[in-house]
Protein backbone atom coordinates (compact mmCIF):
# COMPACT_ATOMS: atom_id res chain seq x y z
CA UNK A 1 0.00 0.00 0.00
CA UNK A 2 1.67 3.50 -1.01
CA UNK A 3 1.48 6.85 0.12
CA UNK A 4 -1.69 7.91 -1.88
CA UNK A 5 -3.91 5.18 0.08
CA UNK A 6 -2.03 4.40 3.32
CA UNK A 7 -3.34 6.12 6.60
CA UNK A 8 -0.77 6.87 9.50
CA UNK A 9 -3.48 4.70 11.36
CA UNK A 10 -3.14 1.56 9.34
CA UNK A 11 1.07 1.76 9.75
CA UNK A 12 0.71 2.50 13.63
CA UNK A 13 -1.63 -0.92 13.69
CA UNK A 14 0.84 -2.66 11.67
CA UNK A 15 3.33 -1.78 14.31
CA UNK A 16 1.20 -2.46 17.16
CA UNK A 17 0.68 -5.94 16.37
CA UNK A 18 4.18 -6.42 15.56
CA UNK A 19 5.05 -5.29 18.98
CA UNK A 20 2.34 -7.00 20.38
CA UNK A 21 2.93 -10.82 19.20
CA UNK A 22 6.62 -10.18 20.40
CA UNK A 23 5.10 -8.91 23.31
CA UNK A 24 7.49 -6.42 23.58
CA UNK A 25 5.60 -3.37 25.18
CA UNK A 26 7.81 -3.79 28.41
CA UNK A 27 10.91 -2.29 26.24
CA UNK A 28 8.59 0.27 24.65
CA UNK A 29 8.90 2.94 27.31
CA UNK A 30 8.90 6.49 25.79
CA UNK A 31 12.65 6.63 27.15
CA UNK A 32 13.92 3.58 24.99
CA UNK A 33 11.55 4.17 21.86
CA UNK A 34 13.15 7.70 22.09
CA UNK A 35 17.04 6.86 22.00
CA UNK A 36 15.64 4.44 19.06
CA UNK A 37 14.61 7.27 16.86
CA UNK A 38 17.97 8.69 17.46
CA UNK A 39 19.55 5.58 16.99
CA UNK A 40 18.42 5.15 13.44
CA UNK A 41 18.31 8.88 12.68
CA UNK A 42 22.07 8.52 13.14
CA UNK A 43 22.16 5.96 10.50
CA UNK A 44 19.87 7.47 8.22
CA UNK A 45 22.75 10.32 8.73
CA UNK A 46 25.77 8.41 8.21
CA UNK A 47 25.52 7.74 4.33
CA UNK A 48 25.62 11.69 3.91
CA UNK A 49 28.66 12.04 6.46
CA UNK A 50 31.75 12.28 3.86
CA UNK A 51 29.13 14.06 0.84
CA UNK A 52 28.69 17.79 0.40
CA UNK A 53 25.19 18.85 0.24
CA UNK A 54 25.28 19.01 -3.41
CA UNK A 55 26.61 15.01 -3.57
CA UNK A 56 24.11 13.93 -1.81
CA UNK A 57 21.50 14.61 -3.84
CA UNK A 58 23.05 12.23 -6.32
CA UNK A 59 21.96 9.36 -4.43
CA UNK A 60 18.24 9.44 -5.93
CA UNK A 61 20.21 7.95 -9.39
CA UNK A 62 22.00 5.63 -7.60
CA UNK A 63 18.77 3.04 -6.85
CA UNK A 64 20.83 0.65 -4.02
CA UNK A 65 21.78 3.49 -2.12
CA UNK A 66 18.37 4.51 -2.65
CA UNK A 67 17.24 2.00 -1.19
CA UNK A 68 19.93 1.73 1.67
CA UNK A 69 18.10 5.36 2.58
CA UNK A 70 14.76 4.22 2.27
CA UNK A 71 15.39 1.50 4.80
CA UNK A 72 16.50 3.68 7.13
CA UNK A 73 14.23 6.36 6.79
CA UNK A 74 11.79 3.18 7.59
CA UNK A 75 13.73 2.77 10.90
CA UNK A 76 13.54 5.91 11.93
CA UNK A 77 9.05 6.25 11.37
CA UNK A 78 8.58 2.80 12.74
CA UNK A 79 10.18 4.02 16.14
CA UNK A 80 8.76 6.76 15.47
CA UNK A 81 5.05 5.33 14.95
CA UNK A 82 5.78 2.71 18.37
CA UNK A 83 6.51 5.97 20.44
CA UNK A 84 3.47 7.17 19.02
CA UNK A 85 1.63 4.49 20.04
CA UNK A 86 3.19 4.12 23.28
CA UNK A 87 1.90 7.57 24.42
CA UNK A 88 -1.54 7.33 22.64
CA UNK A 89 -0.67 10.63 19.85
CA UNK A 90 -2.10 11.30 16.81
CA UNK A 91 0.96 11.71 14.58
CA UNK A 92 -1.18 13.52 11.84
CA UNK A 93 -2.83 16.09 13.83
CA UNK A 94 0.44 16.86 16.02
CA UNK A 95 2.52 17.03 12.13
CA UNK A 96 -0.79 19.42 11.17
CA UNK A 97 -0.50 21.34 14.23
CA UNK A 98 3.45 21.75 13.79
CA UNK A 99 2.85 22.98 9.90
CA UNK A 100 0.44 25.40 11.35
CA UNK A 101 2.56 26.46 14.38
CA UNK A 102 5.75 26.94 11.85
CA UNK A 103 3.55 28.94 9.05
CA UNK A 104 3.30 31.61 11.84
CA UNK A 105 6.98 30.99 12.62
CA UNK A 106 8.02 31.36 9.13
CA UNK A 107 5.74 34.08 7.51
CA UNK A 108 6.26 33.51 3.65
CA UNK A 109 7.03 36.96 2.32
CA UNK A 110 9.56 37.51 5.37
CA UNK A 111 11.24 33.87 4.95
CA UNK A 112 11.55 33.30 1.21
CA UNK A 113 15.00 31.68 0.29
CA UNK A 114 15.78 32.24 3.51
CA UNK A 115 15.64 30.15 6.55
CA UNK A 116 15.96 32.62 9.22
CA UNK A 117 13.44 35.96 9.92
CA UNK A 118 15.49 38.99 9.32
CA UNK A 119 15.11 41.13 12.01
CA UNK B 1 -7.59 15.50 10.09
CA UNK B 2 -6.63 12.59 12.15
CA UNK B 3 -4.65 9.40 11.56
CA UNK B 4 -7.61 7.08 11.08
CA UNK B 5 -8.19 9.20 7.86
CA UNK B 6 -5.17 11.14 6.68
CA UNK B 7 -2.58 9.22 4.05
CA UNK B 8 1.37 9.78 4.05
CA UNK B 9 0.64 11.31 0.80
CA UNK B 10 -1.47 14.15 2.45
CA UNK B 11 1.17 14.83 4.22
CA UNK B 12 3.93 14.82 2.27
CA UNK B 13 1.90 17.33 0.31
CA UNK B 14 1.59 19.47 2.80
CA UNK B 15 5.20 19.55 3.72
CA UNK B 16 6.02 19.87 -0.10
CA UNK B 17 3.61 22.79 -0.56
CA UNK B 18 5.21 24.42 2.65
CA UNK B 19 8.40 24.52 1.68
CA UNK B 20 7.46 25.77 -1.75
CA UNK B 21 6.24 28.81 -1.04
CA UNK B 22 9.15 29.70 0.70
CA UNK B 23 11.73 28.33 -1.95
CA UNK B 24 13.58 26.06 0.73
CA UNK B 25 13.88 23.42 -1.61
CA UNK B 26 17.78 24.41 -1.74
CA UNK B 27 17.93 23.85 1.43
CA UNK B 28 16.66 20.61 1.82
CA UNK B 29 19.57 18.77 0.35
CA UNK B 30 19.21 15.00 1.85
CA UNK B 31 22.35 15.70 3.71
CA UNK B 32 20.66 18.74 5.77
CA UNK B 33 17.33 16.68 5.63
CA UNK B 34 18.84 14.01 7.70
CA UNK B 35 20.89 16.32 10.16
CA UNK B 36 17.30 17.80 10.80
CA UNK B 37 15.61 14.59 11.64
CA UNK B 38 18.76 13.73 13.82
CA UNK B 39 18.95 17.16 15.85
CA UNK B 40 15.22 16.91 16.37
CA UNK B 41 15.34 12.99 17.01
CA UNK B 42 17.34 14.69 20.07
CA UNK B 43 15.28 17.41 21.02
CA UNK B 44 12.42 14.77 21.43
CA UNK B 45 15.23 12.59 23.63
CA UNK B 46 15.72 15.24 25.92
CA UNK B 47 12.53 15.20 27.57
CA UNK B 48 13.54 11.94 28.89
CA UNK B 49 17.01 12.35 29.82
CA UNK B 50 17.15 11.70 33.70
CA UNK B 51 14.35 10.03 34.27
CA UNK B 52 14.10 5.82 34.50
CA UNK B 53 11.93 4.48 31.97
CA UNK B 54 9.31 3.02 33.81
CA UNK B 55 9.16 6.80 35.38
CA UNK B 56 8.70 8.12 31.60
CA UNK B 57 5.74 6.49 31.13
CA UNK B 58 4.19 8.90 33.54
CA UNK B 59 3.96 10.99 30.86
CA UNK B 60 0.94 10.08 29.37
CA UNK B 61 -0.77 11.47 32.84
CA UNK B 62 0.83 15.04 32.02
CA UNK B 63 -0.91 16.54 29.19
CA UNK B 64 1.58 19.29 28.93
CA UNK B 65 4.40 17.51 29.02
CA UNK B 66 3.06 15.18 26.37
CA UNK B 67 1.48 18.50 24.43
CA UNK B 68 5.64 19.08 23.68
CA UNK B 69 6.40 16.10 23.35
CA UNK B 70 3.80 15.40 20.43
CA UNK B 71 5.44 18.57 19.22
CA UNK B 72 8.60 17.22 18.88
CA UNK B 73 7.88 14.39 17.42
CA UNK B 74 6.28 16.45 14.94
CA UNK B 75 9.38 18.27 14.08
CA UNK B 76 10.86 14.82 13.62
CA UNK B 77 7.96 13.69 11.07
CA UNK B 78 7.92 16.66 9.10
CA UNK B 79 12.05 16.30 8.57
CA UNK B 80 11.64 13.01 7.63
CA UNK B 81 8.67 13.63 5.53
CA UNK B 82 10.94 16.21 3.68
CA UNK B 83 13.40 14.00 2.88
CA UNK B 84 11.17 11.57 1.60
CA UNK B 85 9.78 14.39 -0.49
CA UNK B 86 13.57 15.08 -1.84
CA UNK B 87 14.35 11.56 -2.44
CA UNK B 88 10.61 10.47 -3.48
CA UNK B 89 10.71 7.85 -1.13
CA UNK B 90 7.41 6.28 -0.44
CA UNK B 91 7.16 6.01 3.01
CA UNK B 92 4.26 3.57 3.28
CA UNK B 93 6.53 0.92 1.10
CA UNK B 94 9.41 1.37 2.91
CA UNK B 95 8.01 0.69 6.54
CA UNK B 96 6.00 -1.98 5.31
CA UNK B 97 9.06 -3.49 3.64
CA UNK B 98 10.97 -3.14 6.57
CA UNK B 99 8.16 -4.99 9.33
CA UNK B 100 8.13 -8.09 6.25
CA UNK B 101 11.72 -7.66 7.12
CA UNK B 102 11.93 -7.32 10.86
CA UNK B 103 9.73 -10.77 10.82
CA UNK B 104 11.95 -12.09 9.48
CA UNK B 105 14.83 -11.61 11.40
CA UNK B 106 12.76 -11.53 14.44
CA UNK B 107 10.48 -15.01 14.83
CA UNK B 108 7.90 -14.67 16.74
CA UNK B 109 8.78 -18.01 18.91
CA UNK B 110 12.19 -16.60 19.43
CA UNK B 111 12.03 -13.64 19.86
CA UNK B 112 8.96 -13.51 22.71
CA UNK B 113 9.24 -11.16 25.65
CA UNK B 114 13.48 -10.55 24.02
CA UNK B 115 14.76 -8.93 21.89
CA UNK B 116 17.52 -10.68 20.29
CA UNK B 117 17.13 -14.07 19.19
CA UNK B 118 18.90 -16.63 21.16
CA UNK B 119 21.88 -18.33 19.85
CA UNK C 1 49.83 6.80 27.95
CA UNK C 2 47.20 6.87 30.48
CA UNK C 3 44.60 10.38 31.60
CA UNK C 4 46.98 10.51 34.53
CA UNK C 5 49.81 12.11 32.34
CA UNK C 6 48.19 12.55 28.93
CA UNK C 7 47.50 16.43 27.76
CA UNK C 8 44.44 17.06 25.81
CA UNK C 9 47.40 18.60 23.04
CA UNK C 10 48.77 15.27 23.09
CA UNK C 11 45.87 13.48 21.60
CA UNK C 12 44.83 16.81 19.57
CA UNK C 13 48.67 16.31 17.84
CA UNK C 14 48.46 12.62 17.08
CA UNK C 15 44.90 13.43 15.32
CA UNK C 16 45.98 16.26 13.60
CA UNK C 17 48.88 14.16 12.33
CA UNK C 18 46.56 11.07 11.20
CA UNK C 19 44.51 13.24 8.73
CA UNK C 20 46.99 15.49 7.74
CA UNK C 21 49.23 11.96 6.49
CA UNK C 22 46.19 10.85 4.88
CA UNK C 23 45.28 14.40 3.17
CA UNK C 24 41.92 14.38 5.13
CA UNK C 25 41.56 18.11 5.44
CA UNK C 26 39.38 18.85 2.54
CA UNK C 27 36.61 16.27 5.01
CA UNK C 28 36.99 17.92 7.75
CA UNK C 29 34.41 20.67 7.59
CA UNK C 30 33.32 21.69 10.82
CA UNK C 31 29.95 20.47 9.49
CA UNK C 32 31.09 16.86 8.75
CA UNK C 33 32.77 16.25 12.16
CA UNK C 34 30.06 17.43 14.24
CA UNK C 35 27.89 15.35 11.82
CA UNK C 36 30.36 12.66 13.27
CA UNK C 37 30.69 13.44 16.76
CA UNK C 38 26.58 12.80 16.27
CA UNK C 39 26.62 9.86 14.42
CA UNK C 40 29.49 8.30 16.88
CA UNK C 41 27.41 9.31 19.77
CA UNK C 42 24.24 7.43 18.79
CA UNK C 43 26.39 4.27 18.25
CA UNK C 44 27.79 4.71 21.87
CA UNK C 45 24.12 4.60 22.58
CA UNK C 46 23.08 1.86 21.31
CA UNK C 47 25.06 -0.20 23.82
CA UNK C 48 22.64 0.76 26.09
CA UNK C 49 19.03 0.75 24.10
CA UNK C 50 16.85 -1.71 25.66
CA UNK C 51 18.71 -1.60 29.18
CA UNK C 52 17.33 0.20 31.98
CA UNK C 53 19.36 2.46 33.98
CA UNK C 54 20.41 0.11 36.60
CA UNK C 55 20.90 -2.48 34.18
CA UNK C 56 23.41 -0.31 32.05
CA UNK C 57 25.51 -0.27 35.11
CA UNK C 58 26.43 -3.83 35.40
CA UNK C 59 28.65 -3.30 32.11
CA UNK C 60 30.96 -2.56 34.03
CA UNK C 61 31.31 -6.10 35.35
CA UNK C 62 31.71 -7.71 31.58
CA UNK C 63 35.25 -7.15 30.56
CA UNK C 64 33.85 -7.42 26.28
CA UNK C 65 30.84 -5.04 26.17
CA UNK C 66 33.27 -2.16 28.34
CA UNK C 67 36.48 -2.53 25.62
CA UNK C 68 33.33 -1.64 22.65
CA UNK C 69 31.96 0.90 24.66
CA UNK C 70 35.34 2.41 25.08
CA UNK C 71 35.95 2.13 21.18
CA UNK C 72 32.61 4.12 20.82
CA UNK C 73 33.58 6.65 23.61
CA UNK C 74 37.11 6.92 21.77
CA UNK C 75 35.40 7.38 18.38
CA UNK C 76 33.48 10.17 20.19
CA UNK C 77 36.52 11.78 21.39
CA UNK C 78 38.24 11.45 18.09
CA UNK C 79 35.80 13.50 16.05
CA UNK C 80 35.11 16.16 19.34
CA UNK C 81 39.25 16.30 18.91
CA UNK C 82 39.16 16.78 15.37
CA UNK C 83 36.58 19.46 15.29
CA UNK C 84 38.45 21.51 18.13
CA UNK C 85 41.46 21.00 15.81
CA UNK C 86 39.69 22.42 12.99
CA UNK C 87 38.40 25.49 14.73
CA UNK C 88 41.32 26.08 16.78
CA UNK C 89 39.46 25.71 19.99
CA UNK C 90 41.38 24.60 23.49
CA UNK C 91 39.29 22.30 24.45
CA UNK C 92 40.73 22.38 27.97
CA UNK C 93 39.69 26.27 28.14
CA UNK C 94 36.23 25.40 26.86
CA UNK C 95 35.75 22.78 29.33
CA UNK C 96 36.77 24.39 32.56
CA UNK C 97 34.62 27.55 31.52
CA UNK C 98 31.82 25.26 30.89
CA UNK C 99 31.85 23.83 34.63
CA UNK C 100 32.65 27.48 36.32
CA UNK C 101 29.22 28.17 34.03
CA UNK C 102 27.55 25.13 35.07
CA UNK C 103 28.74 26.08 39.19
CA UNK C 104 26.71 29.13 38.80
CA UNK C 105 23.58 27.36 36.86
CA UNK C 106 23.29 24.55 39.33
CA UNK C 107 24.89 25.63 43.47
CA UNK C 108 24.88 22.74 45.05
CA UNK C 109 22.61 23.51 48.10
CA UNK C 110 19.63 23.81 45.62
CA UNK C 111 21.10 20.87 43.29
CA UNK C 112 21.75 18.50 46.03
CA UNK C 113 20.35 15.27 44.38
CA UNK C 114 18.42 16.71 41.91
CA UNK C 115 18.56 18.02 38.29
CA UNK C 116 16.59 21.29 38.10
CA UNK C 117 16.92 24.27 40.41
CA UNK C 118 13.24 24.29 42.01
CA UNK C 119 11.35 27.46 42.09
CA UNK D 1 44.73 25.50 32.22
CA UNK D 2 45.02 25.04 28.11
CA UNK D 3 45.16 21.96 26.58
CA UNK D 4 48.76 21.50 25.91
CA UNK D 5 49.46 21.59 30.30
CA UNK D 6 45.71 20.06 31.41
CA UNK D 7 45.41 15.90 31.37
CA UNK D 8 42.49 14.25 30.65
CA UNK D 9 42.47 13.36 34.79
CA UNK D 10 42.45 16.75 35.42
CA UNK D 11 39.22 17.42 33.71
CA UNK D 12 38.10 14.09 34.99
CA UNK D 13 38.76 14.98 38.46
CA UNK D 14 36.71 18.49 38.12
CA UNK D 15 33.74 16.87 36.45
CA UNK D 16 33.77 13.44 39.40
CA UNK D 17 33.95 16.53 41.89
CA UNK D 18 31.13 19.00 40.24
CA UNK D 19 28.75 15.36 40.30
CA UNK D 20 29.86 14.52 43.93
CA UNK D 21 29.01 17.88 45.28
CA UNK D 22 25.68 17.87 43.74
CA UNK D 23 24.95 14.14 44.96
CA UNK D 24 24.47 13.74 41.00
CA UNK D 25 26.16 9.87 40.68
CA UNK D 26 22.22 8.53 40.84
CA UNK D 27 21.51 10.17 37.83
CA UNK D 28 24.78 9.18 36.33
CA UNK D 29 23.92 5.87 34.77
CA UNK D 30 25.83 4.80 31.37
CA UNK D 31 22.51 5.14 29.80
CA UNK D 32 21.60 8.00 30.89
CA UNK D 33 24.88 9.46 30.14
CA UNK D 34 25.49 7.84 26.51
CA UNK D 35 22.06 9.93 25.71
CA UNK D 36 23.42 13.13 27.58
CA UNK D 37 26.31 12.93 24.79
CA UNK D 38 24.02 12.42 22.03
CA UNK D 39 21.80 15.20 22.52
CA UNK D 40 24.47 17.57 23.30
CA UNK D 41 26.58 16.25 19.79
CA UNK D 42 23.20 17.28 18.34
CA UNK D 43 22.97 20.76 19.58
CA UNK D 44 26.42 21.36 18.35
CA UNK D 45 25.66 20.17 14.89
CA UNK D 46 22.24 22.33 14.71
CA UNK D 47 24.66 25.12 14.49
CA UNK D 48 25.61 23.76 11.21
CA UNK D 49 22.70 22.52 9.88
CA UNK D 50 21.65 24.63 7.20
CA UNK D 51 24.97 25.99 5.61
CA UNK D 52 27.15 24.02 3.11
CA UNK D 53 30.36 21.99 4.64
CA UNK D 54 32.58 25.04 2.89
CA UNK D 55 30.63 27.93 4.83
CA UNK D 56 30.92 25.87 7.90
CA UNK D 57 34.71 26.50 7.81
CA UNK D 58 33.81 30.16 8.05
CA UNK D 59 32.43 30.15 12.01
CA UNK D 60 36.21 30.34 12.81
CA UNK D 61 36.16 34.12 11.73
CA UNK D 62 32.84 34.93 13.75
CA UNK D 63 34.20 35.33 17.43
CA UNK D 64 30.68 35.18 18.90
CA UNK D 65 29.17 31.86 16.94
CA UNK D 66 32.59 30.21 17.53
CA UNK D 67 32.36 30.78 21.01
CA UNK D 68 28.78 29.20 21.05
CA UNK D 69 30.56 26.05 19.41
CA UNK D 70 32.81 25.93 21.60
CA UNK D 71 30.19 25.83 24.66
CA UNK D 72 28.69 22.99 22.75
CA UNK D 73 31.65 21.21 21.91
CA UNK D 74 32.41 21.49 25.73
CA UNK D 75 29.01 19.67 26.83
CA UNK D 76 29.88 17.08 24.71
CA UNK D 77 32.82 16.52 26.34
CA UNK D 78 31.93 17.04 29.73
CA UNK D 79 29.48 13.89 29.24
CA UNK D 80 32.07 11.96 27.89
CA UNK D 81 34.18 12.90 30.97
CA UNK D 82 31.42 11.83 32.94
CA UNK D 83 31.08 8.27 31.28
CA UNK D 84 34.63 7.66 31.05
CA UNK D 85 34.53 8.16 35.02
CA UNK D 86 30.75 6.41 35.67
CA UNK D 87 32.63 3.09 33.81
CA UNK D 88 36.12 3.44 35.35
CA UNK D 89 37.64 4.17 31.70
CA UNK D 90 41.28 5.58 30.88
CA UNK D 91 40.03 7.61 27.74
CA UNK D 92 43.48 8.47 26.96
CA UNK D 93 44.61 4.74 26.45
CA UNK D 94 40.97 4.07 24.16
CA UNK D 95 41.32 6.95 22.10
CA UNK D 96 45.52 5.80 21.15
CA UNK D 97 44.28 2.02 21.01
CA UNK D 98 41.65 3.60 18.14
CA UNK D 99 44.09 5.56 16.37
CA UNK D 100 46.35 2.57 16.24
CA UNK D 101 43.46 0.76 14.70
CA UNK D 102 41.98 2.92 12.30
CA UNK D 103 46.08 3.22 11.20
CA UNK D 104 45.60 -0.53 10.15
CA UNK D 105 41.86 0.22 9.03
CA UNK D 106 42.90 3.40 6.61
CA UNK D 107 46.55 2.72 4.95
CA UNK D 108 48.16 5.56 4.23
CA UNK D 109 49.10 4.73 0.32
CA UNK D 110 45.12 3.47 -0.07
CA UNK D 111 43.29 6.31 1.97
CA UNK D 112 45.08 9.38 0.98
CA UNK D 113 42.22 12.03 -0.07
CA UNK D 114 39.69 9.35 0.00
CA UNK D 115 37.53 7.77 2.95
CA UNK D 116 37.17 4.68 1.71
CA UNK D 117 39.56 1.97 1.14
CA UNK D 118 39.42 1.23 -3.09
CA UNK D 119 38.47 -2.10 -3.47
Excluded at 54 to 74: T, Y
Aim: hydrophobic content about 45%.
Amino acid sequence: MPDATTTLATLKDLLRQFAAEREWEPFHSPKNLAMGVAIEAAELMEHFLWVDCAASRAIVHDPERLGEVADEIADVACHLLNLSNALGIDLSDAVQAKIAKNALKYPVDKCRGRYRVED
